[in-house]
């Protein structure tokens, strides 16, 4: 049950980032509202907290969820951005998602 707990937080977490990066480079590259920045301000900061919640190093939990995030941007090229990923994407973000699997539950002596 933790793991899946982790995952579901990581990926939370992970869109909280996508957005709060998301929105002010629509402002930025294609002439949005600066309004978005406020959205961006509390998905970032909700990013933050969100990683604070979990239970072991922040080290490990930093370095884990990088693998998550890939997963999650290639999510997002496929859905937001309408590009569908290719073979190597899938592969890499598997990849990614066996590091973290790796840091984030292998047994542990400490």
């Known amino acids: ?19 709060g990066c998301y929105l002010p480079y ?22 933050a907290w969100l990683l604070s919640l979990h239970p072991t190093a922040a080290g490990r939990v930093y370095a884990a969820y990088g693998g998550v995030y890939i997963f999650v941007a290639i999510l997002w090229l496929w859905i937001v951005d309408g590009i569908k990923p290719g073979t190597w994407d899938l592969v890499g973000s598997l990849v990614a998602l066996a590091g973290m699997s790796i840091i984030m539950f292998a047994p542990r002596n400490t």
């Open 1 to 19: 049950m933790l793991e899946i707990k982790t995952i579901l937080l990581f990926l939370i977490t992970a869109v909280a980032e996508i957005v």
């Open 26 to 47: 629509l402002w930025l590259t294609q002439g949005k509202s600066p309004w978005l920045l406020i959205p961006a301000a509390f998905s970032l900061a909700a990013f």
